[in-house]
Nanobody, 121 residues
Framework: QVQLVESGGGSVQAGGSLRLSCVAS????????MGWFRQGPGKEREGVAS????????YYADSVKGRFTISQDKSKNTLYLQMNSLKPEDTAMYYC??????????????WGQGTQVTVSS
């Protein structure tokens, strides 16, 4: 079955960096788009970045443009999210998702368990 396993979360100070990873299994990696989403306390889940794994076309939320970069290693079936210049408002549980449309959380069919990112001021 489809599995998405995230890692790389942690606690950092504002201005710091983290790289999240998501290893996908159970399907042909380049078949579907993938994305990173986040959900902060008391907030709805929001799209952060997504990629069409076949073409490499990417999309970003305005709040993270210029700070976050989504990338992939097809040979490892792995999706990454490089997060730089982190801000306290980036604090959230971050999820990897597969088979959906751009940054629409409700359109994605498969989800990982999430990895926590905490940014202190």
């Amino acid at each position: 079955q489809v599995q998405l396993v995230e890692s790389g979360g942690g606690s950092v100070q504002a201005g710091g960096s983290l790289r999240l990873s998501c290893v996908a299994s159970g399907y042909t990696y380049s078949s579907w788009s993938m994305g990173w989403f986040r959900q902060g306390p008391g907030k709805e889940r929001e799209g952060v970045a997504s990629i069409y794994t076949g073409s490499g076309v990417t999309y970003y939320a305005d709040s993270v443009k210029g700070r976050f970069t989504i990338s992939q290693d097809k040979s490892k079936n792995t999706l990454y999210l490089q997060m730089n210049s982190l801000k306290p408002e980036d604090t959230a549980m971050y999820y990897c998702a597969a088979r959906g449309v751009r940054l629409s959380a409700s359109s994605y069919d498969y989800w990982g368990q999430g990895t926590q990112v905490t940014v202190s001021s």
